[in-house]
Each structure stands twice: as structure tokens, then as C-alpha cells.
């Protein structure tokens, strides 16, 4: 496909370098470098002739050991998952407490919210602000409106219920801290901190998550006053853009705002070193290779691009792929310019070709895994059901109301997209000895890398990246979108 981005054609040599795999021996030791950073010695990324680079064990792994807990380099919770959950939007754990998270769901809930409803999205975005600006108080407070309500049966019922409306001014009483829920102090949430360049929109779990996210990305996309975007009404249009189409592109964002920021910092660095009396031609040069060196966690990841390997639709028959293509490569190049319009910097300038921003996407299309964290209201409500009898009827008579408020889902997960360097590594098999799998322990975005069988050291560590069930041809065809095909024993087995 012809360029339709004149800064591909302007920036062909820097785009070029940027694109250009890194030498083998230059990947091990990046990945050594962040294995030892992490303190992770049971794991070794190192080259496999066949597939580039994977992971192999460093030591014998028993089976449902857990082998990595890899941090999230880039990641995002979905615009349709926010209304329901209230997380740090660095580490994605739930934050302020089953008050708070029970009553914005239920405030958003009676204001007619509805991820159905973009326009009452984006709209309730001042409204969810002022639901997190709450702190629940300790103190027992006077629940006798809901100690009345009728509880059927001796538990608390977790089968599927149509939403009952609780009494006026319950919500709010959750939101502002005067009703404390029973029980609720036995699953504690960290305080919900507002983002330090008031958007809004961004709250962590703690300062520290708060001042990470913003060194690292966020101090260019946040539309608050202390913004370091060059507009943030570009910025907000770059945002509903990608809200109303694929909010993949708000990942695209972070890595060009994570990459860009780490060339500053670079380059102050750069500067502080070196003396005044440099050349321009030494200018431009060392900037590129301050910018190769910013973009090196990307430059190691397998990418392609986005309109190249993204799957075909069931919708859309073979003869029109050639248009579906296009189509897809013209709606990276709206968001771009979007993007461009609200961040662009000079000296990064190849970072905003489309060539970059398309093979962005692409690492994201391949190298992605769910987001999921659980919410803790299934625990919440799962710690009133296990009570001895009692103290279950008695706080059942309480809890049953709001249960039955929020109906069918009264329990959903943290769900968004999220780009693991270490987990990225690790190769497919339909047969795998490994797989990703969230314990009762983990409750924040790290993927967690379990152990399926026992593994002994040397061996590659293996993950599925699809239904390692389903039929051999029905695999192949799903693992062709990744751009391989699966040779494992278990393919080569059941090959016709």
C-alpha cells in the first residue's frame, strides 16, 4: 500500500533504523538486563533459530508453580469496562472501598448510563469524578432502611436477578462515606488518589503508581490544566476518536508518549555529559541514537503492521480484504493526525510516521493478553454468604438490597489490553507446559505465567495463545492471524 504520510517519506532513514530488528545478541542482553532490574533469575530469554527469541526455564519448575510475574510495560483499561470498575490506573488494582465501588456503579446505573450510549459516556465523565472524591468513613452508621427488606432464604443469592431500585439517597450515603456497609473492613481497598494533573479521569492506587504513570506517559496524554500536551482540546478529540472506534489507538498513544518521554530524559542526560561545542551533523546524529536507544523495549518486540496482520472480519469476504485493508490503514491515519495535532514533538518526528504507528498497533494486535483483574465485590458478597449463620442473616438483610440493585452484574472484572515484555517472549505451543493464570493472590495488571506440568531446566516455557482443544484445522487457521504456523508435537501429530 502507498504512503498517505508525508512523514514517512520525510523521516525514511531515521523510520527505517527505528524498524530495523536489533542484532540477536543485543536482544539477550536488553532482556537480561530487565531480568536482573526485576530480580527474576528462574527464566532466561535467549534466541530460538526458529522463532527468534523465547523463554526458557532457569531452574526445575513443579507443576502450578509459578514461574513470572511480568509488570506491565503499556496498558489500558477498556472505555466500556470504566463504569463498572474503579482501578489505579497504573497497576490496575480496585481502589477506595466496596462503598465506593458499589455506589458508582449504582450512581451511574440510575443517571441511565449505558456503554450502549457513547454520547452518556462521555458525558458522565464529571460526573464519575466527583463518585471517587470520597473517602468511607469507619464509623457504623444507621442502615434500619434496609434491615427491614425481606432476605429470601438463609444466604445471600448470587443467581441472576432483575435490578431492584433501592430507596432515595442509599447512593449517595455510599458515595459521601456515611454508610459503612458490615464487613466491609475485612476486605480493605487502597484510597483512590487523583491524577496530580487533575483530568479527572486518571486515579491510582497510591503516589508512588501516580507519579510513575506520569513520568512514564500519562504527563502528555492528560487533558488536566497541568497537561504537557500541546493542546488538549486536540487531545480530547484524539481521545473520543479513539473511544468511538478502537481504543487499541490509546495504547498506540502511550507507547509514542512513553517513548518520547524517555528521550527527553535522555537527552537532558545527554547534555549535561557532553560540552557545548558540538556540530550540528553530531547534533543530529547523537539525537537519533538517543531515540533508537528511547524506542529499544519496542524496538524488541515482534511487530508488523497493523493493517497487515489484523484478522479478516467473518463479515467481510475475501474479495473485499484489499478495501478492508485500506480502510483500516486510513483509520490509523485519522488517529495519527489526531495524535500529532495534540503531542507532537519536532525531535521525535519519526515516532508520528504511519509506517511507526501502524507496526505500534501491530505489536499490540500480536503480542497482546487480556487485562483482567477480579473485582472484589464477588468476595465482598462471597465473605457475607460464608458467616456463621447468624451474623450471615443478619448482615444478609443488609448486603441482599444492593445485591439485588446491581442485578446481573454485580461482579465485573477490570478488563483492558496490556503489553508484557516478558511474557511477549514466550512462544506458542498447542500442548504448552505453561499457561497464564490469575491465583487468588493476584489482584493487580501483572500477568502471572503458571506452571501446567512439571518443567525441568532448559526446557522452553510454553503458553497457548488460542484453545489449544480445538480441532487441528480450526487452530491452524486461528494461529495463521499471528503469522506462523504451529509445528508442535501436538500439530504435527494430528496433521492429515
Known amino acids: ?20 530488528p536489533p542484532p540477536p545478541h543485543l536482544v539477550e542482553e536488553y532482556f537480561e538486563h530487565l531480568l536482573t ?32 510475574k511480568d509488570e506491565i510495560l503499556l496498558g489500558h483499561q477498556h472505555h466500556s469496562n470504566k463504569l463498572d470498575c474503579l482501578v489505579c490506573s497504573y497497576c490496575f488494582r480496585f481502589i477506595g472501598s466496596i462503598e465506593l465501588q458499589l455506589g458508582r456503579k449504582l450512581y451511574l446505573q440510575n443517571l441511565g448510563v449505558s456503554m450502549d450510549n457513547e454520547g452518556d459516556v462521555a458525558t458522565s465523565a464529571h460526573t464519575s469524578e466527583d463518585c471517587c472524591n470520597t473517602v468511607s468513613s ?14 429470601m432464604g438463609d444466604c445471600v443469592s448470587f443467581s441472576s436477578k432483575t435490578e431492584v431500585p433501592l430507596p432515595q439517597g442509599v447512593v449517595e450515603s455510599l458515595l459521601n462515606g456515611e454508610l459503612k456497609l458490615p464487613y466491609s473492613n475485612k476486605l480493605p481497598l487502597p484510597s483512590a488518589i487523583s491524577c496530580p494533573g487533575e483530568c479527572g479521569e486518571g486515579y491510582y492506587c497510591s503516589k508512588l503508581c501516580a507519579d510513575f504513570d506520569w513520568e512514564s506517559s500519562h504527563s502528555l496524554l492528560c487533558t488536566g490544566k497541568t497537561s504537557e500536551s500541546l493542546s488538549r482540546e486536540a487531545l480530547s478529540k484524539f481521545i473520543q476518536h479513539a473511544n468511538e472506534t478502537n481504543d487499541i489507538f490509546l495504547l498506540a498513544a502511550k507507547a509514542i508518549s512513553f517513548t518520547t518521554l524517555r528521550y527527553r530524559k ?40 497493523w493493517w497487515d496482520c489484523i484478522a479478516l472480519p467473518d463479515d467481510i469476504d475475501c474479495s473485499d480484504e484489499v478495501a478492508f485493508r485500506m480502510q483500516i490503514k486510513e483509520l490509523a491515519f485519522t488517529s495519527l493526525q489526531l495524535l500529532k495535532e495534540a503531542i507532537f514533538d519536532k525531535e ?64 465485573v472484572c477490570c478488563q ?32 502471572t505465567i503458571i506452571s501446567a506440568r512439571p518443567i525441568c531446566k532448559g526446557e522452553e516455557v510454553t503458553i497457548s495463545y488460542i484453545d489449544e482443544n480445538l480441532p487441528f484445522e480450526v487452530r491452524q487457521a486461528l494461529l495463521a492471524d499471528y503469522g506462523f504456523e504451529c509445528r508442535c508435537s501436538k500439530c504435527l501429530e494430528e496433521e492429515p
Request: glycine share 4%; proline share 4%; net charge negative.
Open 1 to 20: 500500500m502507498k504512503s498517505i504520510c508525508p512523514i514517512d517519506e520525510l523521516c525514511a532513514t531515521q523510520v527505517a533504523a527505528l524498524l530495523q
Open 37 to 68: 532490574t526485576k530480580k527474576c533469575h528462574a527464566i532466561k530469554v535467549k534466541q530460538n533459530g526458529e522463532f527468534g527469541k523465547g523463554v526458557y526455564a532457569n531452574m526445575d519448575f513443579r507443576e502450578e508453580e509459578l514461574i513470572l
Open 138 to 151: 469507619d464509623e457504623e452508621n444507621d442502615i434500619s432502611y434496609v434491615n427491614n427488606h425481606e432476605i
Open 266 to 305: 535522555l537527552k537532558s542526560t545527554r547534555l549535561k555529559e557532553q560540552e557545548k561545542h558540538t556540530t550540528s551533523d553530531e547534533l543530529d546524529q547523537s539525537n537519533l541514537s538517543l531515540l533508537l536507544e528511547a524506542w529499544k523495549p519496542m524496538s524488541v518486540a515482534y511487530k508488523r503492521r
Open 348 to 411: 521525535c518526528e519519526p515516532l508520528f510516521s504511519l509506517e511507526i504507528y501502524g507496526h505500534i498497533i501491530g505489536i499490540f494486535e500480536l503480542n497482546n493478553l487480556d487485562l483482567v483483574v477480579e473485582s472484589p465485590m464477588e468476595d465482598y458478597f462471597s465473605y457475607i454468604d460464608g458467616l456463621p449463620h447468624p451474623e450471615k442473616i443478619q448482615a444478609g438483610k443488609i448486603a441482599r438490597p444492593f445485591l439485588e440493585a446491581l442485578g446481573d452484574d454485580y461482579s
Open 416 to 447: 483492558g489490553t496490556a503489553f508484557y515484555p516478558l511474557q511477549s517472549c514466550i512462544n506458542h505451543s498447542c500442548c504448552p507446559n505453561a499457561k497464564a493464570f490469575k491465583r487468588e493472590e493476584d489482584r493487580d495488571g501483572q500477568a
